[in-house]
Nanobody, 113 residues
Framework: VQLQASGGGLVQAGGSLRLSCAAS????????MGWYRQSPGKERELVAS???????NYADSVKGRFTISRDNAKNTVFLQMNSLKPEDTAVYYC????????WGQGTQVTVSS
């Protein structure tokens, strides 16, 4: 499975960005998809995830600001990020899980104060 992420960039605090990640290839259906992030000196952390049935899970720090959604037919996951804060600055990684876990290449999100 290959994961192609896009949508990162530079935005001012309070702004919005939308990340997309499309999964292709593989012989097994994808169960959950999600986004993780990692900033310098910190461990990679879960931002949000969504199952094929639509159940979602969010980090406390992004609840009410970020929304994860998914197009199962296209194996694509989206992350709508609103009210961005400088502490949201990180490399965001797409993750997909079938019988194994796959990671995308990461996309930089930078929020200026």
């Amino acid at each position: 499975v290959q994961l192609q992420a896009s949508g990162g960039g530079l935005v001012q605090a309070g702004g919005s960005l939308r990340l997309s990640c499309a999964a292709s290839g593989g012989d097994f259906s994808i169960n959950s998809m999600g986004w993780y992030r990692q900033s310098p000196g910190k461990e990679r952390e879960l931002v949000a995830s969504i199952t094929s049935g639509g159940s979602t899970n969010y980090a406390d720090s992004v609840k009410g600001r970020f929304t994860i959604s998914r197009d199962n037919a296209k194996n694509t996951v989206f992350l709508q990020m609103n009210s961005l804060k400088p502490e949201d600055t990180a490399v965001y990684y797409c993750r997909a899980r079938s019988i194994v876990v796959y990671w995308g290449q990461g996309t930089q999100v930078t929020v200026s104060s």
